[in-house]
């Protein structure tokens, strides 16, 4: 077949039409058209170019999955070397480094006049440097040593938000732009959740993964790794080219020719600004998409760059304040197992206390027994520590050439530690239980524990502590004797007197009437969380017409698999748990129960096809009542902000999304507006 012009046309429509759809989706975070639009572009001009091999080119979209497997990178020289930074460890530091500034620019500032800086996250990441030519991606390098760095021009051109062809026309003949290639969290964890899976290489932080994913010799590895790049500087420019005479607006430019810059970088002015900006960044650390271990802080002005120079391998106007590390080492002393509301025994790393993060750990999680066969792991070890966020303190590897010779095997106890029982472990599943059940008394205290908490019964005043005090003083055995605790009993607890028992039991009887989902919930089935457990009282109306439910009719709630359908039915065959809430129900235990509503029903609730994001903290109703009031009105409710969300709920505190929100020009409710919006569509006591 030969190429015709009019095909051509066509291949030029299909590449344009795609590179424009990318860069919505993977820079801007605003995608206009469905995935499936893309999908059908995207395969429309494969096509093409599968019956025409003539027009394939090195910058169409269908070019960026990968090549075969290289022997080795070659080294790519730095016109203008990659420079490195000087670190600020504290504020200190950091007012320091202005005053040296201020001192070196003497005679130029004016008497008060504060200095302009650019305040960008320092993403955890590797610096990389691309190169453009007319607008074509001709070379990637990693910095290396700063003079000297590898060839991996094949693997960046699979990162998808990498334009092989630069936007606009007003870019320079020769451009090099660099930055960070970094993986985000999420990315991250869903990368390692299917390597644990699959037995593959479990990375130990975002950082090595974007490193190991980058190394690849072979890039269609690296095209199915979620990495980003995130520009923060230019190199070399051609001389034709103006630059423009602030590095904010060299971003802009970066931005315009379509790629990416940060979004949360800010210009202030004086270092009183950077330091509250570092302050800022510091609180919305955890809640960003993406590892930071510092800020940079860069004096904006060119010129002033200029005259300031440089010193050994970094400039004199740039700095990097660095937060606390979220990795350390220190001493694995021993392993407890914990027993858990379904009987796992949990693999609990006793720690030599280390600081991390800003706070002092000394315990950590294992996961299971495979974690601890995956990391070969052993008591006496030196480990290294992973707190990231809110999340349970990691281990992450062990040091092996710090091992004494007195290191020990960890070893699963046969017998639970709480109750004795048999320790049972299902071949297909990575945890081992307790066989005890309802006989262990951790795990009645935590089916109990469960049972009141805040997205169960809500059970005012209820808290761990005196679950715990309740179950030892052999006051409550199972759930319903909660509701036949007598004043006289409770009073005499520790802590306790006769107004708090009495304020425990007015709670009580408050909890007695709930709603459907939330009684679901509350009765702890295995994998049946929040969700679900809505998903079923929507679906079925009624909990009789659930426990009666055979495999295929749970098959159909929306998220029910055939996991939590084979929990459901276990749990409902066993007698026990029949009793269980029959017991409930005799004890006054009710729930309003009606037929569902019907597609068409739903269609017509207020906020049907609509899509809402609930970000930061809502102090009158908590996240979780919210979403059920958005649901119950028809409304959707997904986790991440993009051009599909209609409206951003943001309470105290919100981060990255509201940024991104803001970003995009989606409506924004705090909580009185959100408060104001439910009542609006009559929806009373809030
Ligand atoms: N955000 C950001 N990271 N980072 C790293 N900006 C930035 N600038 C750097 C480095 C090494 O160097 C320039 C100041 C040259």
């Not at 090195?58 to 203008?80: I, R």
């Not at 620019?105 to 302009?116: D, F, S, V």
């Not at 055939?562 to 748990?577: G, R, T």
Request: aromatic share 6%.
């Amino acid at each position: 077949m030969t190429l015709t012009s009019e095909m051509m046309t066509r291949i030029k429509q299909l590449r344009a039409q795609l590179n424009s759809y990318s860069h919505q989706y993977y820079v801007l975070d605003a995608p206009t058209v469905p995935d499936a639009e893309y999908d059908r572009l995207y395969r429309e001009l494969e096509g093409i170019e599968k019956d025409y091999p003539e027009a394939v080119t090195l910058d169409s979209p269908t070019q960026k999955v990968g090549a075969p497997p290289l022997a080795s990178f070659s080294q790519v020289s730095h016109e203008l070397p990659m420079l490195s930074l000087d670190n600020a460890m504290n504020n200190d530091e950091l007012t320091d480094f202005n005053r040296k500034v201020r001192d070196r620019l003497k005679g130029l500032l004016a008497e008060g006049q504060e200095l302009e800086f650019a305040c960008e996250p320092k993403l955890d990441g590797l610096a990389v440097s691309i190169l453009y030519e007319d607008g074509q991606l001709v070379q990637a390098a990693t910095r290396g040593d700063g003079s000297t760095g590898e060839n991996i021009t094949l693997n960046v051109r699979t990162i998808k938000n990498v334009p092989l062809t630069l936007q606009g026309i007003d870019f320079p003949k020769r451009l090099e732009v660099r930055g960070e290639i970094y993986m985000p969290k999420a990315g991250f964890e869903k990368l390692n959740q299917n390597a644990r899976e699959n037995d593959d290489k479990v990375f130990a932080n975002p950082r090595n993964a974007a490193a190991g994913s980058l190394r690849q010799l072979d890039s269609r590895i690296t095209a199915k790794r979620p990495l980003e790049f995130c520009a923060y500087s230019i190199g070399i420019v051609s001389d034709e080219f103006t630059l423009p005479t602030k590095h904010g607006e060299i971003l802009q430019n970066i931005k315009r020719w379509g790629l990416k810059i940060n979004s949360d970088m800010a210009i202030v002015e004086g270092i009183q600004a950077c330091v509250d900006y570092f302050s800022e960044l510091g609180r919305k650390r955890d809640n960003l998409d993406y590892d930071i271990d510092g800020i940079v802080f860069k004096i904006n002005d060119l010129d002033i760059q200029q005259q300031l120079g440089f010193v050994a391998r970094a400039p004199r106007w740039a700095i990097a304040a660095k937060f606390p590390a979220q990795e350390e080492m220190t001493l694995l002393e021993d392993v407890d197992f914990q027993v858990g509301r379904t009987g796992a025994l949990t693999p609990v790393a006793r720690l030599k206390a280390v600081h991390v993060a800003g706070v002092m750990v000394s315990n950590a999680t294992l996961h299971n027994m495979d974690e601890i066969t995956r990391l070969g792991v052993k008591i006496g070890d030196t480990v290294v520590i992973r707190r990231a966020g809110d999340v349970i303190p990691q281990v992450v590897t062990v040091v092996i050439d710090r091992r004494p010779a007195s290191a020990t095997d960890i070893i699963m106890p046969t017998n639970c530690p709480v109750c004795g029982s048999k320790v049972e472990r299902i071949a297909s599943e990575a945890v081992a239980r307790c066989s005890g059940g309802l006989y262990c008394g951790t795990q009645r205290k935590e089916a109990i524990k469960h049972f009141a908490s805040r997205k169960a019964l809500d059970v005012d005043g209820l808290g761990d502590k005196l679950v715990e005090l309740l179950v030892d003083a052999g006051l409550i055995d199972s759930f319903d004797d909660l509701f036949h605790l007598r004043l006289e009993d409770v009073a005499k607890l520790e802590r306790m007197a006769e107004k708090s028992a009495q304020n425990l039991l007015d709670s009580l009887e408050v909890a007695k009437t709930t709603t459907l989902g939330r009684f679901l919930y509350a009765l702890g089935i295995r994998e049946v969380g929040v969700t679900t457990a809505q998903n079923l009282a929507d679906y079925f109306g009624y909990l009789e017409r659930i426990q009666n439910a055979d495999e295929a009719t749970l098959l159909a709630v929306p998220d029910v698999g055939e996991i939590v359908a084979q929990h459901l039915l276990a749990f409902f065959a066993e007698p026990h748990n029949q009793s269980i809430i029959e017991q409930l129900q005799k004890a006054g235990m009710n729930w309003p129960e009606s037929e569902p509503v019907s597609a068409e029903e739903s269609a017509e609730l207020p906020l049907a096809g609509k899509v809402y994001v609930i970000t930061g903290t809502l102090a009158e109703m908590g996240r979780d009542d919210a979403k059920q009031y958005l649901q119950a009105l028809g409304g959707k409710v997904t986790g991440s902000v993009s051009a599909k969300t209609h409206c951003l709920v943001a309470g105290e505190k919100a981060g990255s999304k509201l940024t991104k929100a803001q970003g995009l020009g989606i409506d924004i409710l705090d909580e009185a507006g959100f408060i104001d919006f439910l009542r609006l569509h009559g929806v009373s006591g809030v």
